[in-house]
T-cell receptor, first 113, second 113 residues
Framework: DGGITQSPKYLFRKEGQNVTLSCEQN?????MYWYRQDPGQGLRLIYY???????QKGDIAEGYSVSREKKESFPLTVTSAQKNPTAFYLC????????????FGPGTRLLVL | KQEVTQIPAALSVPEGENLVLNCSFT??????LQWFRQDPGKGLTSLLL?????REQTSGRLNASLDKSSGRSTLYIAASQPGDSATYLC????????????FGQGTTLQVKP
């Protein structure tokens, strides 16, 4: 089955700790995206990557970092500099031809202990 | 700066009613507009995508329209069912190559049996 997987489903972070959220896709898509969703709100773009070894900041990149070493993988690190990390994090990938659309993973909920 | 607004924020209807969800955007320079469904604690499922050159798209009981000049889109749901209960998100893809989406806050729909 083709799709996007995110792990873990729930993640707990202690004060001062960096945590990494995993996103993997087997759709052979070049472009991948990370969004943050707060309760009762829409999604906001954190980072995106249109090709391996290249990525760009989105609207709320402060306190986050990413890497794109493989086409299939786009991990997101929430650093200790992110003071309000509690949110639902969604990863997406986009097909490159025909009708371009984004496909979303199931999400990771990050909570602060 | 593109902004997307959805009205109403929440809606409760009895089963069988036809209903309309509204989405407005401030910049008409868009590549496409997409409607998503989100169940509680889950990722997003794409419902309909309308290219900037199109006026509407239909899928089963769903019909989405787009009026770029007025910056509006509507999602029409016919003969609503309890299984339609979810949050519906509207997202605009601005013109350009990044492929990023700008989301509205969503409309949470409850269909009562």
């Amino acid at each position: 089955d083709g799709g996007i997987t995110q792990s873990p489903k729930y993640l707990f972070r202690k004060e001062g700790q960096n945590v990494t959220l995993s996103c993997e896709q087997n759709l052979n898509h070049d472009a991948m995206y990370w969004y943050r969703q707060d309760p009762g709100q829409g999604l906001r773009l954190i980072y995106y990557s249109q090709i391996v070894n290249d990525f760009q900041k989105g609207d709320i990149a402060e306190g986050y970092s990413v890497s794109r070493e493989k086409k299939e993988s786009f991990p997101l690190t929430v650093t200790s500099a992110q003071k309000n990390p509690t949110a639902f994090y969604l990863c997406a990938s986009r097909n490159g031809g025909g009708v371009e659309t984004q496909y979303f993973g199931p999400g990771t909920r990050l909570l602060v202990l | 700066k593109q902004e997307v607004t959805q009205i109403p924020a929440a809606l409760s209807v009895p089963e069988g009613e036809n209903l309309v969800l509204n989405c407005s955007f401030t910049d008409s320079a868009i590549y496409n507009l997409q409607w998503f469904r989100q169940d509680p604690g889950k990722g997003l499922t794409s419902l309909l995508l309308i290219q900037s050159s199109q006026r509407e798209q239909t899928s089963g009981r769903l019909n989405a329209s787009l009026d770029k000049s007025s910056g509006r889109s509507t999602l029409y749901i016919a003969a609503s069912q309890p299984g339609d209960s979810a949050t519906y998100l509207c997202a605009v893809r601005p013109s350009g190559n990044t492929g990023k989406l700008i989301f509205g806050q969503g409309t949470t729909l409850q269909v009562k049996p």
